[in-house]
């Protein structure tokens, strides 16, 4: 039986770090601080002039495969999640292949999607391998939100930052019991406008608008977080015929503390089993893996431990699995 699972994850940050307690103005100091309270976002890094987030994604590569090279060999499959690409034509993912990949006759793809977009590209990762057609998977998760915000957007500059991440996804005889593998994915496209970077695609060209800074009504995604992510937690897990007590860790997307506080109270779930890790900022669509990593990193975590991610953001989307740890990712983990 085909038993697709998570076997790897590692992540990469620049070394540029603008935490929000480096960069206030003394004189708006009280301003800036109760914004650090209320996100739990200090800490945040960003690329430097001239890098982008194919750069991170390349380090991210190099890093995860740094004692084994020789394993990108067997890599069949690269799904690249990213919206803030080296050019709007060709694909980011070409890029990655001309500075990794020795082979050319395995498959690239870009993937457009945000905060929920982990959850979308481990769905399509998961689908690839449970159809045989694929056997190694490789999704990298990478953005720079850095390059697209105003530096006078005090509210957004304190909230992202850059950063990348990589996971293996493969065939693995290690997942024991029942195999979850139904996702819940969604997206409306009503609030398109709650979240984006106007002037930013080809309508651009034609209006010859420069302006390129995200936009985002901070009211309108909390309001959109708190109704829907509950929904689609308690709907994922009743297509996997689970009750949320199965559950043993939840990692959903870093938004900031005050939505995922918000949440875990309307869930009633113990702070021991809800993973808030905002020692980055909101890193987008890298944040669920980076806490993946980290909880099993720091934590005595086991073998069929069931973790519930999920994403949700930009869009307006949502995703949410349930994956089971195995013992491959646990120890490339803690030994890395």
Partial sequence: MIKPAITKIEYFIPENDYSVSKIIDNKNKEYF?????????????????????????????????KSNRNEINEIDFVIYCNQTPTYMLPMSSSIIQKEIFE??????????????????????????IKSESYKKILLI???????????????????????????????????????????????????????????????AYDMKLDKKSLVMNGTNVFSFAIKTVPVTIYKCLKLNGLDI?????????????YILETIRNKLNISPKKFIIDLRFGNTTSSSIPIALKNLIKENNVKKTDKVLICGFGVGLSWGTAIIELNDGLIKFIKQN
């Fill in 103 to 128: 082979r050319n006759d395995i498959g690239f793809i870009d993937i457009s999607s945000g905060c929920s977009g982990y959850i979308y590209s481990l769905s399509l990762a998961y689908s690839l």
């Fill in 245 to 257: 007590l199965d559950i043993d860790y939840f990692v959903l997307h870093q938004a900031n503390r």
């Fill in 141 to 203: 998760t990478s953005d720079t939100y850095s390059k697209i915000i105003d530096k006078s957007d005090t509210t957004n500059l304190c909230i992202f930052g850059d950063g990348a991440s990589t996971s293996i996804i493969e065939n693995t005889s290690e997942i024991s019991g029942k195999n979850y593998y139904n996702f819940d994915l969604g997206c409306d496209g009503s609030g398109i406008h709650d979240l984006y970077l106007p002037n930013s695609g080809i309508s």
């Fill in 33 to 65: 601080n109760k914004i650090i309270n209320k996100t739990g976002i200090d800490t945040k890094y960003k690329v430097n002039e001239g890098e982008d987030s194919t750069n991170l994604a390349i380090s991210c590569i190099k890093k995860m495969f």
